[in-house]
């Protein structure tokens, strides 16, 4: 698996620094503050499209005569047009800045830019503050729709997003206003909490968003603590149920520049899954994500300091090899570990083809309670908890429907456009589902298609990755209406046909063997 | 003298109220609100450069489904793009308003349009509220350098014309926001003062303004009372001396779209001369007006209710036919009647070539007091003040000043751009002073050329007529900018050459008669 390559800023960011030198005004030339200042930055971009907002006007007067006519232009490029920021008086080093975001419904990540180099400053991770309304988000829409809701979690959120956004500014030594544009990946109801949008009509048919294409929005306008005047870029949605965040896994994948066709998963509380190249795309979703996240297992968590992410199962011994984030005692199991330990209990005949334990080959580990059966995957004295850490039968139940539902997707969809699934050249797998999964044993367990393992590619955070592109480089920018506008959107049926394949594909790894011949099956 | 037409709003309005229909969403069809307003919008204009601002985005939800997605949508066109306004239930009469402004120093001229059709509804004038920080612009800007001076100036401004817009508003039963649009035209001062922007270079060498092309500013950010996204309009200067006033006379006038040569004068405290036809245009400034103006006569006043405004001297019996403003008794002389008063003074033999009082012909009306002679023109019984109205020779010298000037400043703008002053086919004279003036008195005196009387037009109000053409057609709006770019500013360089002109003028009608032969000179 080959990590996805750093952005290139490529030839051509949008939000620019720009030095310009005037000539001071004479009798001869009294060309006033505001047009000396347009004419030279006409002059330098070689376009007469360039603007600066009313509201900069007033400051020109004396940055022009205090710096003696030699200025940084902060500027954007938008629509061909380009459109001042602010001006400065020239610095040694013409540094502007940018802010790209994921913003999760769980999880925000900030990533400060150097929009001239591209390089990545610095990045902070916090807990979307929006939790405290409610951990999922129809809680939070039903609160919007309450007096002073919907701006409350509004002000919640960018009060968060501002204190983290100030105190990096202060570490890199930002001046105020340093901070020259902002892109935002998020679903289509976070995307409306960040502008204020009543979310009202998202979730009740036919589902309806305020926007689609948010455009242009100045940091001004939503509050955020960096130049009032810097553009805002919020990742449009294709409807209520596909959002930016995964236009911004398209782009961050790059699947678009591609003539060959590739899938993206993308796994949160739902199954996100796209296929296409770069003349088409079509996308669609659906419930294969709870089994694999935090809280559905009984000993299942997010990733974290002392979470289990990697297990293997000695096929002999039955012994458990267990790595945990941070080598410290485990505390529980995220997505990647729980694939490992099923598909590990199935190499080592200690669970059978419809996923029930094998009491023979689990011997003492294996206990029931209520008519439940548990397996002890980590004694209490190995533990990092008080008590031992067990996976249950309903655990492995959800999996395998999780892992079922994905396998029927990934089906249904490349049927679908009529791409045969072993043909697939590159498979990207976002999130950390996708950084940590161990391609072998989701395919072991008949998640994912049986292909060489080099096909998948671990994409990382594909919205923050995605927000990243779109501010260092206008070609990627861009790219995110034609990706928007190129996306088919196919509604799952979940009819007899999609049942069948969904029955088949509750086994491990499957009814049909031959679709999984790596796959050892034990005796 | 034939009046100007009134303005044909033409083929073209750039701020419209456009009535739209919709489909409601469906899962067929779940565009976005916002998109599905903008994608109509397209469609109606035919272009695909439409765009909403953000600010407006929260109100489409609700307006979209209370009126069935039947609306009407205030826009204007700017650059080729059509900017969303507001978007409102669709009502029966799709209207929309706009005001018209001449941005005097003095006076504030406010005209509501109706801008479907292209009617005058209402006007209101009004003293410039800033007259109490100081009369002339000087004072305010000296003000404006004073902590909180400039916003000080510009809130009493602003607010005095919320004042009279909220009141023409109730009086047509428009509804706030329904005021779509704005034009202003002032000199180079006043729009700064207007837009709160620091004049304090314009009066310093070598005179620069902060802005010469105000572009598009929108109504809240300046506080007016109108649709905050309503686009304001301020006429661009050309630089300190040049204003917006001038750029919407010669708009007004018509000038521009004419092969033939005309001049242009507005007198105010200074006398602006544009000559020019549609392919050139060369303007100048000089002192000419003061006397002409309120305040410098003894007895002169801004025309108002029993302001002399005509007057004929019976070349016989030297008897005064005096007519003044609503038929009231006299309290004052306006400029028009100035001029007619000492023409008929001159005719009649009561003052000589070099304007001096011929006490002969005077008789027991010229009186004198520390050597200063005055001709008493209404006697303290006829008069609507205590005492008598008088004209005293520094009145006249005054005047021969100012008519000398006026004169010269013709002679020199005409010669430097080669034109036979005889051969101008349209003459046209700005303000009140243009309404009211008799040119056959002003040629008596030889102000001006002794040109057919038909050929001397009376534009009004050119500010405000400007605004108002501006604000109703786009082709008279684009124009604008295209007139500011096209004129060359003739600084008048006051030498020997220029002194020489000068004293040939200050004599009635000329010391070159033959510049003037329609006049009598009595014997």
């Known amino acids: ?205 036919p589902y309806i968003p305020v926007v689609n294409r948010p455009g242009l929005v100045r940091a001004g306008q939503l509050g955020l603590d960096i130049n009032p005047m810097a553009p805002v870029l919020v990742f449009p949605n294709v409807g209520s149920y596909f959002g930016g965040d995964l236009v911004a896994g398209i782009l961050a994948s790059g699947m678009t520049l591609q003539k060959e066709v590739s899938l993206l998963v993308d796994v949160g509380t739902n199954a996100e899954v796209v296929i296409g190249n770069s003349e088409w795309l079509m996308a669609c979703a659906g419930a294969a994500g709870p089994a694999l996240e935090g809280g559905v297992a009984g000993m299942g968590m997010m990733a974290g300091p002392g979470v289990i992410d990697r297990v293997r199962v000695d096929p002999a011994s039955t012994v458990f090899e267990i790595h945990t984030i941070d080598d410290l005692p485990p505390v529980g199991i995220c997505g990647s570990g729980l694939i490992d330990l099923i598909a590990g209990l199935f190499t080592a005949g200690m669970i059978d083809l419809r996923g029930k334990f094998v009491p023979s080959r689990c011997g003492g580990r294996l206990t029931e309670a ?49 791409v045969d699934m072993s043909t697939i050249k590159r498979f990207y797998v976002a999130g950390t589902f996708g950084a940590y999964i161990d391609p072998r044993s989701a395919i072991t367990l008949g998640m994912i298609p049986d292909l060489p393992l080099d096909v998948y590619v671990p994409v990382g955070n594909t919205s923050l990755e995605g927000a990243t592109r779109a501010l260092l480089n206008r070609a990627a920018r861009d790219e995110i209406d034609l990706i928007r506008d190129r996306i088919t959107y196919l509604e799952l049926n979940v009819n007899q046909a999609f049942m069948n394949l969904f029955s088949a594909a509750k086994f491990i790894p499957h009814t049909d063997r031959s679709l999984f011949p790596s796959v050892k099956v034990p005796a």
Not at 178 to 186: C, E, N, P, S, T
Not at 382 to 389: C, H
Not at 402 to 410: F, G, H, N, P, V
């Open 1 to 205: 698996m080959t990590p996805l390559a750093p952005a290139d800023p490529g030839p051509a960011p949008w939000v620019k620094s720009i030095p310009l030198e005037m000539a001071p005004p004479s009798l001869k030339d009294n060309t006033a503050d505001v047009d000396r200042v347009l004419r030279a930055l006409k002059k330098e971009m070689q376009t007469d499209r360039v603007a600066a907002d009313f509201s900069l006007w007033q400051s020109f007067p004396r940055v022009l005569r205090d710096s003696h006519y030699r200025v940084d232009v902060s500027a954007f490029e938008w629509q061909g047009g380009w459109h001042v920021i602010d001006v400065t008086p020239a610095a040694a080093h013409h540094a502007v800045y940018g802010i790209a975001m994921d913003l999760g419904t769980s999880t925000v990540v900030l990533r400060l830019l150097d929009l001239a180099s591209g390089k990545r400053l610095d990045e902070r991770i916090f807990p979307n503050p929006q939790i405290e309304i409610g951990p999922d988000i129809l809680t939070r829409i039903h609160h919007a729709a309450k007096t002073g809701g919907l701006q409350g979690l509004q002000t919640l959120l960018v009060r968060r997003i501002n204190e983290e956004i100030r105190a990096m500014a202060h570490d890199h030594h930002i001046r105020p206003g340093g901070v020259a544009g902002l892109a935002a990946a998020g679903n289509t109801a976070m995307s409306h909490f960040f502008l204020g949008l009543d979310p009202y009509f998202i979730c009740r048919e």
């Open 370 to 418: 209520d008519e439940i059966r548990s397996l002890t995957i980590v004694a209490p004295e190995q533990s990092g908890t008080a008590g031992p850490l067990v996976l249950s039968q309903p655990d492995i139940d959800g999996l395998m429907r999780s892992k079922a539902a994905m396998y029927t997707i990934l089906t249904t969809i490349t049927q679908t456009v009529g």
